[in-house]
C-alpha cells in the first residue's frame, strides 16, 4: 500500500483525526435510518408513488366466522369501509423525504350510503400503499347524527407563492364543523373555490379522539407547515382511537385540530377468530435469519427449563431449585421484586450447552390483541434465546466489542405483525431493537414464500432489522466522530420459519380465542441474574486507543446505553413488558 507523502510524518493522533473525518463522510449516511432508501434520483423520469404497490401474492380467503375481513367494521354509531384506491389531485416534486415531495389523493370508489371524512397523502419516496376510512351513519333516530356537513371551509394552506416544482397549485381547506362536532380530515384542491359542502362529513365529537403526528410527508419551509399522517394519542389494546388515514397538518409545532375516530362497539366484532389467527399465522409469520456468525441461538422455554436452567430466590442463593418443564413451580403474577430470578447451573459444561440455544426447539410465541380501537389486529411473534451476548460500539472505522459487558443470561425479542381487519391484509411490521424499535410498510420489506416478510436477527443480541447491514443506531455525530451501537445482520444459512413451530401465548379481546396460558408467561420476575460491571474500568481501558479529546463524546454515548445492552440483568417475560398492553415503541 503507498502511504500519502503528507501523512508520513505526522504524528499518530493527526492521522487518526484525519482518517476519523473521511471515514465519518462515508457512514454518515447510513447513520439516517436502519436501512437504505430505494427511492431514485430527483431527474428520474418516474417517481415510486406512481406506482401502486401491492404484497407479493395475492391475500387468501380467509376462514369464515366472524366479522374479520368482510369490509365493514361497525364501530358502534358508525360504520366504516377502507378506501385503497385513489385519484391524484396536487403533486410537489421537491422537499420532503427524500428530497421528492408529495402527492395528495381523493379517495374513490366510495359505497352507497358512505360519505368521505378527509384526503389521503403521502410522500413521494415510496410506491402508493395507503387507505382511508369512509363512514356510515347508523346512529339510532333519537341520537343526534353522527355524521353532518360542515357548515363551510378555511384555508388553510396554498402553495401559490412558492418557487417550487408542482402540478398546479395545491389548495388545502380545514372543513368548519357545526357546534358539536369535529373534522377528522382535510379537503385538496387545485381551485382557489372552497370545496363543496358535501364533498365531505364531520363527525360528533363525542365518536372522536385526539390525535398526534407520526410518519413525515412533506413540509413547506416557507410557511413552517408541516404535514404527516396521525395516529391516535391514546394506543393499547383498551384504546378506542380508530386511525382515519388521512393526514394532519402542524405549524411551529402546534398541530391542526382535526381528531380521528373512536370505536364504541366495546366488543370488538371484528377481531379474528381461532381459524382466522391460524390462517394469518401461516400466511404472515416472518422468516428469521441468523448471522452466519451467531453463537447465541433461540431456544423453546421448556428446553430451557429441561436443561438447566435453575430458580434462584433472595437469602437461599446457594440452594436454587430445579425448574420444572412447564415452569408450573415457578412463582406467579405479583411483581419484578428481586426476591426471585432465573440464571443457568454453575456447572461450566451446562452453562456452555445452555448458552448455544437449540434451534431444532425453537418456538415462536404469538400474541395476537387488538390496536386502532380493534380496527387492526396485531401478531406479537416472540422469540426466546438463553443467552445474549456482548454487544458493539461502531467509532468511526472502529467496532469495539462491550466483551463481558452486554451479556447477560436470557433474551426476549419479537416483531409484530399490524394486519388490516377490514380485508386481513398486512399493513406493517414492527422491528424491536433493545428498548424500542421501528414501524416499517411493506414495501420496505423483504419477502420470502409469498407474503412472510424476512427479519435479520443481529449477532448475538438478537435486535430484529428489515435489511441486512451493520445497522448503527443510536448514533451521536459531533466535530465529525461518529458513535453508535452497532448490530450486524446477514443472510446466513440458519433460519426460522416462525410459523412451523409455534404457541399462542394470549388473545387479549373479547371472546379472546379460549387459550390456556403458559404457566411461565406469568413469572413476573426476571430471567436473568443481575450482575454488576465495572464499566468505568472498561471504559478507561478502551478509552487509551481515543484521543483525549474524544473520549467525552464516547463515554456519553456508552453511559446513555439502557441496561439491557449493557447487560446489567436478565429481562422480565413478554406479559411484563410495555407492549403487552400497550402500542410498540418507536
Known amino acids: 500500500m503507498r502511504r500519502d507523502p503528507k501523512l508520513s510524518s505526522c504524528p499518530v493522533w493527526i492521522v487518526f483525526l484525519w482518517v476519523c473525518f473521511i471515514e465519518s463522510t462515508k457512514v454518515n449516511c447510513r447513520l439516517q435510518a436502519p436501512f437504505q432508501s430505494t427511492a431514485p434520483k430527483k431527474d428520474d423520469s418516474k417517481l415510486p408513488i406512481e406506482t401502486s404497490y401491492k404484497l407479493p401474492a395475492p391475500v387468501p380467503k380467509w376462514p369464515p366466522g366472524t366479522s374479520f375481513a368482510t369490509g365493514i367494521i361497525d364501530l358502534g354509531a358508525l360504520q366504516v369501509y377502507q378506501i385503497t384506491s385513489f385519484n391524484k389531485v396536487w403533486t410537489t416534486y421537491e422537499d420532503g423525504p427524500d428530497d421528492l415531495g408529495a402527492t395528495f389523493f381523493e379517495p374513490t370508489s366510495i359505497p352507497e350510503g358512505f360519505f368521505m371524512l378527509g384526503y389521503y397523502g403521502q410522500a413521494n419516496n415510496k410506491p402508493l400503499y395507503g387507505w382511508v376510512l369512509v363512514a356510515k351513519d347508523v346512529s339510532l333516530p333519537v341520537e343526534p347524527p353522527s355524521l353532518k356537513l360542515p357548515t363551510d371551509y378555511t384555508l388553510l394552506w396554498s402553495s401559490k407563492s412558492l418557487d417550487i416544482k408542482q402540478d398546479g397549485v395545491g389548495y388545502i381547506w380545514l372543513p368548519v364543523p357545526p357546534d358539536g362536532y369535529t373534522a377528522v380530515g382535510h379537503v385538496v384542491t387545485t381551485s382557489p373555490q372552497k370545496p363543496p359542502l358535501d364533498k365531505v362529513r364531520v363527525v360528533r365529537t363525542e365518536l372522536t379522539e385526539g390525535v398526534e403526528i407520526d410518519t413525515w410527508i412533506w413540509e413547506d419551509a416557507t410557511s413552517g407547515f408541516q404535514f404527516y399522517s396521525p395516529r ?51 400466511t404472515y409469520a416472518p422468516m428469521v435469519y441468523f448471522h452466519p456468525d451467531e453463537q447465541y441461538l433461540p ?76 380496527t387492526f389486529t396485531d401478531i406479537v411473534v416472540w422469540l426466546f434465546y438463553p443467552y445474549n451476548g456482548p454487544g458493539q460500539i461502531k467509532f468511526v472505522f472502529m467496532t469495539i466489542s462491550f466483551g463481558e459487558i452486554g451479556e447477560h443470561v436470557a433474551d426476549w425479542e419479537h416483531v ?97 380465542l379460549h387459550i390456556i396460558p403458559k404457566p411461565w408467561l406469568n413469572y413476573a420476575r426476571e430471567w436473568g441474574p443481575k ?17 483525549v479529546k474524544y473520549r467525552g463524546i464516547f463515554e456519553s454515548f456508552v453511559r446513555s446505553l439502557p441496561p439491557e445492552m449493557l447487560g446489567e440483568e436478565g429481562p422480565t417475560g413478554p406479559k411484563w413488558k410495555d407492549n403487552w398492553s400497550g402500542d410498540e415503541r418507536a
Open 232 to 282: 391516535p394519542i391514546d394506543r393499547g389494546t383498551q384504546a378506542l382511537g380508530v386511525s382515519v388515514g388521512t393526514f394532519i397538518a402542524e405549524k411551529d409545532g402546534t398541530t391542526v385540530s382535526v381528531s380521528c375516530l373512536s370505536n364504541l362497539n366495546f366488543s370488538y366484532p371484528s377481531m379474528p377468530n381461532i381459524d382466522q389467527v391460524e390462517a394469518l399465522i401461516q
Open 299 to 374: 431456544s423453546s422455554v421448556n428446553w430451557f427449563f429441561q436443561n438447566g436452567a435453575l430458580l434462584y430466590t433472595k437469602g437461599q442463593e446457594s440452594n436454587p431449585v430445579e425448574i420444572a418443564q412447564d415452569g408450573s413451580n415457578l412463582p406467579q403474577n405479583g411483581s419484578n421484586d428481586g426476591t426471585y430470578w432465573i440464571d443457568l447451573s454453575t456447572n461450566e459444561y451446562v452453562r456452555g450447552y445452555l448458552k448455544r440455544g437449540n434451534l431444532q426447539s425453537a418456538e415462536a410465541y404469538m400474541h395476537i390483541k387488538p390496536a386502532l380501537g380493534g
Open 416 to 512: 409484530t405483525l399490524r394486519v388490516s381487519n377490514f380485508d386481513g391484509e398486512l399493513k406493517s411490521v414492527y422491528f424491536s431493537q433493545h428498548n424500542k424499535g421501528i414501524w416499517v410498510s411493506p414495501p420496505d420489506l423483504e419477502f420470502e414464500k409469498n407474503n412472510k416478510p424476512i427479519v435479520y436477527a443481529s449477532k448475538d443480541g438478537h435486535a430484529s432489522y428489515p435489511k441486512a447491514g451493520e445497522n448503527i443506531h443510536s448514533a451521536a455525530l459531533q466535530e465529525k466522530i461518529i458513535v453508535g451501537a452497532q448490530n450486524d445482520t446477514l443472510k446466513g444459512e440458519v433460519k426460522l420459519d416462525t410459523a412451523k413451530q409455534f404457541w399462542l401465548l394470549s388473545a387479549d379481546y373479547s371472546g379472546g
Open 531 to 547: 450482575r454488576l460491571f465495572d464499566t468505568g474500568r472498561w471504559l478507561n481501558a478502551t478509552e487509551q486507543s481515543i484521543p
